[in-house]
């Protein structure tokens, strides 16, 4: 906020005073003298007291870019084989080209960790450093281990899976790779998902149980079952499930977060629902445009139209060509509109 300070002193009848008598002339000199020095000193104190004030506000602004510089976050540059998948804290960030890189931004200060996959090599991972940014190398070998192929090989399959008999083969594939390595975590989570795909939710749970014999603590899991438990109306498990997926991840579990704002959209708590998707938003760092479109969606139903804009907004930035793409931009003109009229001031 910006102050103003507008001061006034003309003594505007004074020499008019002076001029009515000879007599008073040398007294009125003097007058006036004293008023000059008096707003000379207080000129002077003026300046002090701005000067005062501007070093205040410079420190002011100095101790708060101290404190934001403390929590800037920077990029790191992951360094693999060409076309290999990368993850970032357990979330799918993408694929590196052929150059074999892929660079994440918006990293926070504190530790984690890149995993890295690449068709025919066994998987890496590397965790990495509070401080550690810039190139991180993570370098592959080929993989021998046929659980570990075939494990491969459901995944690409289940990503490229567009109808039932896909899903189908992509599930045998993690089947192989069960039976071949009967303690596998990451394969009965791939087939829950394949068979949650296919609307098999039984079964998708019993595999969600079955990773958790191997590795109690499976927020992946627990973040999965939570879709699970929210596609057969147990929304109540379906939150318990989000919310322990979220603390197994310590805090870091885009999916659990997203689906707690779909379950308290669902429910009417839009504020909850915003909160959640902010998460969300915050941790992918605005890789997936399709949360703009919940956020937006939340914030209209709200009737926080200045806040829903700007979420349609971002999604047109990051997804111009998206499917969603025609519906926000056939609806964002007239929230602008009622924007306009909600922040318009009243009339009098």
Request: with cysteine.
């Amino acid at each position: 906020m910006r102050e103003m300070l507008n001061e006034e002193t003309k003594p505007r009848s004074l020499t008019h005073t002076c001029l009515l008598s000879q007599f008073s002339s040398s007294l009125c000199g003097l007058f006036i003298a004293l008023i000059i020095l008096t707003a000379s000193s207080l000129t002077h104190a003026q300046k002090q007291q701005k000067s005062a004030s501007a070093r205040k506000a410079t420190t002011a602004a100095a101790s708060v870019k101290a404190k934001t510089s403390t929590v800037t976050v920077k990029s790191i540059i992951v360094k693999s084989a060409p076309q290999a998948v990368v993850w970032f804290d357990e979330v799918r960030r993408g694929v590196t080209g052929d150059s074999g890189q892929f660079e994440i931004t918006k990293v926070s200060p504190g530790r984690h960790t890149v995993r890295v996959r690449a068709a025919g090599f066994a998987e890496r991972t590397v965790s990495l450093l509070p401080a550690q940014r810039g190139i991180v190398a993570a370098p592959l070998t080929r993989a021998t281990d046929e659980a570990e192929l075939a494990f491969q090989s459901a995944e690409d399959a289940r990503e490229r899976a567009t109808s039932d008999e896909a899903r189908g083969a992509s599930a045998e594939l993690y089947r192989r790779a069960l039976r071949l390595r009967p303690r596998f975590p990451a394969a009965h989570v791939g087939l829950a998902r394949v068979l949650f795909d296919s609307n098999d939710y039984e079964a998708a749970l019993v595999e969600v149980d079955e990773a958790r014999k191997d590795r109690p603590a499976h927020a992946e899991a627990s973040a999965v079952e939570g879709r699970i438990l929210r596609a057969t109306s147990q929304n109540d498990e379906a939150v318990a499930a989000y919310k322990r997926a979220i603390r197994e991840a310590r805090g870091f579990q885009p999916e659990a977060y997203t689906g707690l704002g779909i379950v308290y959209e669902e429910r009417g708590e839009y504020e909850e629902a915003a909160k959640a998707f902010l998460k969300a938003v915050a941790q992918l760092s605005d890789t997936e445009p399709v949360l703009y479109e919940l956020l937006g969606r939340t914030y209209e139903r709200l009737e926080k139209y200045k806040e829903a804009v700007a979420a349609y907004e971002k999604y047109l930035q990051l997804a111009p060509n998206g499917k969603l793409a025609p519906a926000i931009e056939s609806v964002i003109e007239q929230l602008r509109k009622q924007a306009a009229e909600q922040n318009a001031p009243p009339l009098n």
